[in-house]
């Protein structure tokens, strides 16, 4: 499903990621975790498109097709899709008009009719429930006047709502209390199907009781300098980066 081979990728000059190879397929969960600033964040901003960051060598494929030359709306329409570590406000316009635009958005770029009103109401009752998410907040701006887990649980909402084949999930965690951080995970898991592939980026095992991954790769230095299977991820909880830090030469 997705295939990256020798990607590079620098802002303003500056290398971050510095030969990325990633392999996903349908139906996989992956886990990505790393320390702070070792370019976790980038590869997700790289792969959903974001202009900002400019890609020096390398590739890579969705579906086949060269992600790299896709427009950033078009990754979105293919079914990429970013869940953010900040989600940002969207000052006057609701959610319930921002999704229904989305979605139909989707639904013309793959040969389908739009849906009805009657139809898309019916959708959004039905996938607001996957993250327990408050209905009265549909009908309020994008995000805004949110608390923390509400912005979180409305970027799983919209996830559910667009139904991508591959979800980049960016630390979707971070600021969560124990309670939204199962709600979200949970959310995350009741969506994983045969056909779709999700990427979590985390820097906590916790997230990793809820969303099990397949694969855990460890980030460093824009670099993934090792792999391994779920258990990884809670040896890195008891014992941190520093045996693979320094067993790692450049």
């Given at each position: 499903?997705?295939?990256?081979?020798?990607?590079?990728?620098?802002?303003?000059?500056?290398?971050?990621?510095?030969?990325?190879?990633?392999?996903?397929?349908?139906?996989?969960?992956?886990?990505?975790?790393?320390?702070?600033?070792?370019?976790?964040?980038?590869?997700?901003?790289?792969?959903?498109?974001?202009?900002?960051?400019?890609?020096?060598?390398?590739?890579?494929?969705?579906?086949?097709?060269?992600?790299?030359?896709?427009?950033?709306?078009?990754?979105?329409?293919?079914?990429?899709?970013?869940?953010?570590?900040?989600?940002?406000?969207?000052?006057?316009?609701?959610?319930?008009?921002?999704?229904?635009?989305?979605?139909?958005?989707?639904?013309?770029?793959?040969?389908?009719?739009?849906?009805?009103?009657?139809?898309?109401?019916?959708?959004?009752?039905?996938?607001?429930?996957?993250?327990?998410?408050?209905?009265?907040?549909?009908?309020?701006?994008?995000?805004?006047?949110f608390s923390?887990?509400?912005?979180?649980?409305?970027?799983?909402?919209?996830?559910?709502?667009?139904?991508?084949?591959?979800?980049?999930?960016?630390?979707?965690?971070?600021?969560?209390?124990?309670?939204?951080?199962?709600?979200?995970?949970?959310?995350?898991?009741?969506?994983?199907?045969?056909?779709?592939?999700?990427?979590?980026?985390?820097?906590?095992?916790?997230?990793?009781?809820?969303?099990?991954?397949?694969?855990?790769?460890?980030?460093?230095?824009?670099?993934?300098i090792h792999?391994g299977d779920?258990?990884?991820?809670?040896?890195?909880?008891?014992?941190?980066?520093?045996?693979?830090?320094?067993?790692?030469?450049?």
């Open positions: 499903m997705l295939s990256v081979k020798n990607l590079h990728a620098s802002v303003d000059g500056k290398e971050i990621l510095r030969g990325i190879d990633l392999e996903v397929r349908a139906g996989e969960v992956h886990a990505i975790m790393g320390p702070n600033g070792s370019g976790k964040s980038t590869l997700a901003s790289v792969l959903a498109g974001n202009e900002k960051f400019t890609v020096t060598e390398g590739s890579a494929s969705f579906e086949g097709q060269d992600l790299l030359a896709m427009s950033i709306e078009d990754r979105a329409r293919s079914g990429l899709f970013l869940g953010f570590q900040y989600p940002v406000e969207i000052p006057g316009v609701t959610m319930a008009n921002f999704m229904k635009l989305a979605v139909n958005e989707q639904r013309k770029f793959r040969g389908q009719e739009p849906l009805s009103a009657a139809e898309f109401l019916k959708l959004m009752r039905e996938k607001s429930t996957v993250v327990e998410l408050d209905a009265k907040l549909t009908s309020r701006a994008v995000n805004e006047g923390g887990g509400e912005k979180k649980k409305n970027e799983i909402f919209q996830m559910a709502m667009l139904d991508p084949k591959l979800a980049i999930l960016d630390e979707t965690d971070s600021g969560l209390d124990i309670d939204a951080l199962r709600i979200v995970a949970t959310g995350v898991t009741k969506l994983h199907t045969p056909q779709n592939a999700t990427v979590v980026i985390t820097h906590y095992q916790r997230l990793l009781d809820y969303i099990v991954p397949d694969v855990v790769h460890v980030l460093y230095k824009g670099r993934i792999s779920k258990t990884l991820a809670l040896k890195l909880e008891k014992e941190g980066y520093d045996w693979l830090i320094n067993e790692y030469k450049e």
